[in-house]
T-cell receptor, first 113, second 117 residues
Framework: DQQVKQNSPSLSVQEGRISILNCDYTNSMFDYFLWYKKYPAEGPTFLISISSIKDKNEDGRFTVFLNKSAKHLSLHIVPSQPGDSAVYFC????????????FGQGTTLQVKP | DAGVIQSPRHEVTEMGQEVTLRCKPI?????LFWYRQTMMRGLELLIYFNNNVPIDDSGMPEDRFSAKMPNASFSTLKIQPSEPRDSAVYFC???FGTGSFGRNTIYFGEGSWLTVV
């Protein structure tokens, strides 16, 4: 039962363009969402988060949008840089189990120079 | 300040052998998590501890998997006997306070790459 889904395993964009990574969820009780970034041979690192009371959170080139009615969130990277090439995971805290983060399958982003 | 330290970084073992993965969390962190990454399921939480006590092990796939945290600075994940389908990257992570609310970041180690042949 995958409560957090990233349906696109990979995405390729040109340097300077916008990257849009998508995430869908099934549990309307989720009240917080996070994005983690993972480089090869490294552990995931926290990137940006958004509370369910907001519909947008921006941090430099990274913006996360939340559409609660559609149970959908997206991460926008503008402009994309080759160093952004990584695996991106969206995650949400379990509503039934304090301390548990539920991750999506991840999307591999490749930014071409 | 050292991050989460995992060992070994890479392990190749034969089916049926025992595998022990080790983790040293960030000093002062009271939560420790073991995750497994696979292509099909992404990052799965296997088990997590709070103040060295296992809180939720519902993600542990089978009785072949076990985890311990004898003290605040050390945890092990053991697979006995190992099978080829256990091949994956195993991450240990820690946080101060529950990272699940996003207000306290979870810090991941670099992972242990396990291959069972």
């Amino acid at each position: 039962d995958q409560q957090v889904k990233q349906n696109s395993p990979s995405l390729s964009v040109q340097e300077g363009r916008i990257s849009i990574l998508n995430c869908d969820y099934t549990n309307s009780m989720f009240d917080y969402f996070l994005w983690y970034k993972k480089y090869p041979a490294e552990g995931p690192t926290f990137l940006i988060s958004i509370s369910s009371i907001k519909d947008k959170n921006e941090d430099g080139r990274f913006t996360v949008f939340l559409n609660k009615s559609a149970k959908h969130l997206s991460l926008h990277i503008v402009p994309s840089q080759p160093g952004d090439s990584a695996v991106y995971f969206c995650a949400a805290p379990s509503t039934s189990n304090t301390g548990k983060l539920i991750f999506g399958q991840g999307t591999t982003l490749q930014v071409k120079p | 300040d050292a991050g989460v330290i995992q060992s070994p970084r890479h392990e190749v073992t034969e089916m049926g052998q025992e595998v022990t993965l080790r983790c040293k969390p960030i000093s002062g962190h009271d939560y420790l998590f073991w995750y497994r990454q696979t292509m099909m399921r992404g990052l799965e939480l296997l088990i997590y501890f709070n103040n060295n006590v296992p809180i939720d092990d519902s993600g542990m796939p089978e009785d072949r998997f076990s985890a311990k945290m004898p003290n605040a600075s050390f945890s092990t994940l053991k697979i006995q006997p190992s099978e080829p389908r256990d091949s994956a990257v195993y991450f240990c992570a820690s946080s101060f306070g529950t990272g699940s609310f996003g207000r306290n970041t979870i810090y991941f180690g670099e992972g242990s790459w396990l291959t069972v042949v």
